[in-house]
């Protein structure tokens, strides 16, 4: 059965970090923060990056740095973005969305000293932006879209460029009641395509549980 890109990035991450065992199915490390139990996700112990954080550069540029005198050997890694994070959580409150709480994360490739065993530097691929937001009923599908679409709203205000990395990322909800919590994921590309095709409410939540928006 041919794996798509989303979950084939899901099981790599997750087998960077050594994490598979712990894991059923295709879920992203940083979804274990989203787990009932679990800290919310301005708690999560994920490194910033320094030189995304107001160093002297413009953020494309030093998103790409790499030496070119070392041996290098690439993996996949996530760095939390405070700066970004801290962005998006005004936008939200300037949009009356403060019952929500953001996260923004930037996946990409650590470059590994081989000889040393140690993380030279960093290259943005994307900005992936989670959310967390408590609702009334989580099942109240027509009000769960309604949210997700104000969640685009604000995410478009940060397509690449402003965010790191050159690619759109990833967007995914957690929806959390008394009783439950209901997750959504899908590629930002997909999630924004659907909102400006007119989706709205239980059509686009529909259209992204499905993952073809």
């Given at each position: ?5 989303i979950?084939?990035?899901?099981l ?6 050594g ?10 490390p940083?979804?274990?923060f ?26 494309e540029?030093e998103?790409?740095?790499t ?27 300037v949009a009356?969305?403060n ?10 490739e ?13 290259s ?6 989670y ?7 989580t ?5 769960l ?10 995410t ?19 929806f ?19 909102k400006?095709?007119g ?10 549980q499905?993952?073809?928006?």
């Open positions: 059965m041919m794996i798509g890109r979950e084939k990035k899901v790599q991450r997750v087998g960077l970090i994490l598979a065992a712990v894991l059923t199915g295709c879920r992203f940083v979804e274990l989203f787990a009932p139990d679990s800290p919310p996700p301005s708690q999560i112990n994920t490194a910033p990056l320094p030189s995304l954080q107001g160093g002297s550069q413009p953020v540029n998103a790409t740095l030496p070119t005198s070392l041996p290098c050997a690439y993996a996949w890694a996530e760095q939390s973005l405070p700066d970004l994070t801290a962005e998006v959580q005004r936008a939200l409150d009356g969305l019952r929500v709480e953001a996260l923004a994360v930037a996946y990409g650590n470059c590994v000293d081989t000889l040393n065993n140690q993380v030279v530097s960093f943005v691929m994307e900005t992936d932006f959310f967390t937001v408590v609702v009334e009923d099942g109240n599908r027509e009000a879209g309604n949210l997700i679409y104000q969640l685009l709203l604000i478009e205000q940060f397509p690449p460029g402003k965010a790191p990395g050159p690619n759109p990322g990833l967007l995914t909800v957690l959390q009641d008394e009783k439950q919590n209901v997750q959504v994921r899908a590629k930002l590309v997909d999630a924004l395509a659907a400006t095709r989706l709205r409410g239980s059509a686009l939540l529909e259209a992204l499905a993952g073809h928006p």
